[in-house]
């Protein structure tokens, strides 16, 4: 198994619990992350083994007091940290505060190229396989590239607006288009496709269009 992305580990709500027990710095048992958890010792352990696989955190070992076994503990992997900060209820309400003044769509889709810009940083010839997805991480989307398509996964889009998810979703490939126009690649965002149930999200990158020349409108499909 490949190392866990921060939004993948907490991504889990029991997942995260352990996470923010460890990460007052002391070494806990099973036991401890259960107890923190509020779950069962049973339902915790698995959780423990897929962190401990991803690197997440680490076991430690102490000696025996006396003539036992020794015991267990676990604590976070060096480099590791729980974000402190959620801005979770804060999108929520400025997503529904763009919803009720009736932002025009292509008025949401200038935001949000102009966000990818900045998010790209200073102009120029980038790595996009690896810049476009530390810029969507930014805005709590789980993203990769592979060839030609953009696959977001855990995407937030249900989180912050359930209602209309579409919103949320029709951003991020804004997002998406103003990290491609910023990198001068002459790229676009062509077809997309939303499973919203399963939280993820495909963009297929089209290569027929250079800087400067307009974009053509992607198709959109959601299951």
Known sequence: MSNMSMLEAVADPVRLRILRRLSEGRTASLADLAHAAGVHVNTVR???AELEETAVIERVTDPPAGRGRPSIGYRLAAGWSVPTSDFRGLAQLLATVALRARARPRDLRAVGSEWGRYLHGR???HDIPADL???LEQLGFDARVEDSTVRLESCPCRLVLPDHPELVCDLAAAVTQG???????GLAVGEREHDV???TCRITLVGD???GTPRK???DGRR
């Open 197 to 199: 149930e399963r939280r």
């Open 209 to 211: 269009r250079r800087p």
């Open 179 to 185: 990290v491609l126009d910023g990198s001068g690649s």
């Open 133 to 135: 997805p530390k810029a």
């Open 46 to 48: 698995p959780r423990v």
């Open 217 to 219: 409108r992607p198709r």
């Open 123 to 125: 102009p120029g010839a």
